[in-house]
């Protein structure tokens, strides 16, 4: 099993989060293992799998006009393959609204891509 160094685990946090932010389905998957976990835990909401991931993102990208995520702290453990974000979103709505957010999330990493993703959001849930 390929394990990622210092580097390669935040480049992949941070590509996670630019292929949100572009709004690219495929290069946001592309970060996922097939049978990836993915739980928004202060919300109680959990998926399961490529396909419902999908719909994650399809249902994130039609709710915003925009999305950005930034100001990273990365936490980054290379021998167990995990990293833990601290980091501000901006989301603008259709109508131009924004919403302000502070969220961190956690992710286990095997053979360089996500198998469980752990994110804890204020204020309402965008991902749901």
């Known amino acids: 099993m390929r394990k990622l160094d210092t580097a390669a685990l935040q480049a992949l946090v941070e590509r996670y989060f630019a292929a949100v932010d572009r709004k690219d389905v495929p290069g946001t998957l592309a970060c996922f293992a097939p049978e990836a976990h993915f739980c928004i835990a202060n919300h109680g909401t959990h998926y399961h799998g490529l396909e419902e991931l999908r719909g994650m993102y399809e249902r994130l990208n039609a709710r915003y006009a925009r999305v950005w995520h930034g100001e990273f702290d990365h936490v980054l453990d290379v021998p167990t393959q995990r990293a ?44 749901g």
């Open 84 to 127: 833990a974000s601290r980091f501000r979103v901006e989301n603008t709505s259709l109508t131009g609204e924004k919403f302000h957010k502070n969220n961190c999330n956690f992710f286990r990493v095997e053979d360089g891509r996500f198998v469980e993703v752990f994110v804890y959001m204020s204020g309402e849930n965008s991902l």
